[in-house]
């Protein structure tokens, strides 16, 4: 048997990213009558999330804790455990470079330079992408050695995002201390010794540089601590130091465990929200295709619906069995790297050949198995459209997964991730709970090119399938327009650069209208329909207000509790505030804060948010 330890703080505090989501898309499922035998989860039917991250390289280089100042007595999200003390392992081996804590203080946040150690608060504030946190909730975290070695079961390492050279200063500022007690317990610089310690995280992968007066353009030093010469004193304030932000984490040697340990034998690993609910949520995801072209539509299913744990409820017996697809081992926590090596297989003419696979993989490691930028232009309501697709069983659109040039320009477009062309049916029950999770920036790119849009700029000719459905997205957006109180812009485009808000209206009409009228299988007998929660990363750290952002209007349209007999086409009444935002919590724009609308750039902010 396995203990959990999934109690305060981070439990609760990464319960942020899908704590009640998870239990509303798992419990109201449950509450449906369903035709079938009873069921072994939970006494009711598991239900559906799809994964949506609207990858550009905003969602990933972005700064998480905004504060501009360090406060000592504040807590900062990320992955190091805010309350303990790291030192440095260093390596003349890059990937065996990382910090280890060193002991626990607290919620003082204090540590001592003297020892050559780094507060893991500290480390949280300056070091953490808009990613991270996201990833840790779900997941635990991103694990490495990697990307394509396997893990070990006796010792976890996590690491930051990659961040490439699309990052500029205000996607994510420089970092600086200057308080001379306040640097002597956050990082290893003796109180009077340096006057200030300075920061840079964009452009530098997985480093982090610093220095007191240096430029942190320069080239670097690696630092060792069993240097002589590394200790930061007066006589080295000019050098920039660069460290690789690796954390070990779960480690039993000092106490207290991280809240998200999950122990297996001896050993214990970091575990998410997609881990805790395993037996009761069927997950799958879409991403984009790195293709950096304008024209380059849609996105692809990189994960089919599916349970990831090592068991699994078979909807013809109602009864768990094991699973030949499980994400991870179940006697050492372990992930496995292909667990869907089916789907790896199917997508060929890659070199190197696709070797990863599954939900929790891709999660983790989007933007990772290659060295190339992260993906430019983001057609998120095409990637929306998709999702919405697969719910349906309409198919996939060709033109969205077509891989092209060589084989290794293939392989940087996968993303190192199956490319999956021909779908299943995710949906197995009647009534089954189904909701879709995004996370990404709102200045979005060409995304117009789907059924009833007025302009298309930018974009190729329309594929034959989307111009063939029966979903005209202007007309659903108009919708909205009229119960929102304002004309959603079209004509040429939402917010420039090509984009639109037809996301919003296609999650009221998901979430509005049975998407399997025509089923006919006893499985699919009652309406199925998806509710929309977004997460928003906060592009150069600005919210815009609910005109101007997608997310928000996706989210509450998406999200609100829909009243029997509700009529999506004809209904010209505004939606009573208390069925889409149960905490009346307002944004920082002055708006009402929909309950499925998150804001990932501040990442304790959104971490609550969530967990309400």
């Known amino acids: ?26 419990g109201a499922a449950g509450a ?5 035998t009873p069921l072994s989860v939970a006494g009711g039917v598991p239900g559906n999330l799809i994964f949506t991250p609207s990858v550009e390289w905003p969602t990933i280089d972005s700064l998480a804790n905004i504060a501009t100042t360090y406060v000592v007595g504040d807590t900062y999200v990320g992955y190091f455990d805010s309350g303990k003390c790291y030192k440095y392992n260093y390596s003349a081996t890059e990937t065996s470079r990382y910090f280890y804590p060193a002991r626990f203080v607290g919620a003082g946040h204090v540590c001592d330079a003297s020892s050559k150690e780094w507060s893991g608060n500290f480390l949280n504030w300056a070091a953490t992408q808009t990613i991270d946190p996201f990833r840790k909730a779900l997941t635990g975290g991103y694990r490495v050695p990697g990307p394509n070695l396997t893990e070990v079961a006796t010792a976890t390492y996590l690491e930051k995002a990659r961040s490439d050279a699309n990052a500029y200063d205000t996607i994510f500022p420089d970092r600086n201390l200057s308080n001379s007690a306040i640097m002597a317990g956050a990082a290893p610089v003796p109180a009077g010794t340096w006057g200030s310690f300075r920061t840079r995280l964009r452009n530098f992968g997985n480093q982090m540089r610093f220095t007191s007066t240096g430029d942190l353009g320069a080239a670097p030093v690696d630092y060792n601590p069993g240097n002589a010469a590394h200790v930061l004193a007066a006589g080295n304030v000019g050098t920039v130091f660069v460290v690789s932000l690796r954390v070990k984490v779960c480690d039993p040697g000092v106490p207290p465990l991280e809240t998200n340990c999950v122990q297996y034998g001896s050993n214990w690993k970091p575990e998410g929200l997609i881990q805790k609910y395993s037996t009761k949520i069927r997950y799958s995801v879409f991403g984009y295709l790195n293709d950096g072209a304008a024209g380059r539509d849609g996105a692809a299913l990189r994960a089919k619906q599916k349970f990831v744990g090592p068991l699994k409820l078979n909807p013809s017996t109602n009864l768990l069995e094991t699973n030949g697809n499980a994400e991870w081992d179940s006697a050492n926590g372990t992930f496995f790297l292909n667990p869907d090596s089916t789907d790896a297989g199917l997508t060929t003419g890659t070199s190197p050949a696709i070797t990863n696979s599954g939900v929790i993989n891709y999660l983790n490691k989007f933007g990772q198995m290659t060295t190339a930028n992260h993906k430019t232009y983001d057609p998120v309501s095409e990637m929306y459209y998709a999702a919405i697709r697969y719910v349906r069983h309409i198919g996939n659109v060709p033109e969205y997964t077509n891989l092209s040039g060589d084989a290794a320009n293939r392989y940087v477009q996968a993303d190192g991730f199956p490319v999956i062309a021909t779908w299943d049916d995710p949906i197995q029950y009647s009534c089954q709970n189904n909701a879709i999770l995004g996370i990404g920036d709102v200045n979005t790119w060409n995304d117009q090119n789907l059924k009833g849009a007025l302009t298309r700029a930018n974009e190729p000719a329309m594929p034959s399938l989307v111009s063939a459905d029966t979903v005209d997205v202007k007309t659903w957006l108009d919708k909205v327009g009229t119960l929102e109180g304002f004309a959603i812009p079209t004509n040429p485009d939402f917010t420039g650069r090509g984009n639109s808000a037809y996301m919003v209206g296609l999650a009221y009409y998901a979430h509005t209208s049975d998407l399997r009228p025509d089923a006919t299988e006893p499985t699919m007998i009652g309406r199925q329909s998806v509710s929309t929660h977004w997460v928003d990363v906060r592009e150069n750290q600005v919210l815009e207000g609910k005109n101007r952002n997608q997310y928000w209007l996706a989210a509450k349209y998406g999200g609100f509790n829909v009243p029997e007999n509700y009529d999506p086409l004809t209904n010209t009444t505004a939606l009573p505030s208390a069925s889409w935002s149960k905490t009346g919590e307002f944004l920082s724009t002055g708006d009402v804060r929909p309950d499925n609308f998150y804001v990932a750039s501040q990442a304790d902010q959104m971490v609550e948010g969530l967990t309400r």
């Open 1 to 26: 048997m396995r203990n959990r330890t999934m109690i305060t703080n981070i439990s609760r505090a990464r319960s942020a990213l899908l704590g009640t989501l998870l239990a509303a898309v798992a």
């Open 32 to 36: 449906q009558t369903v035709s079938q």
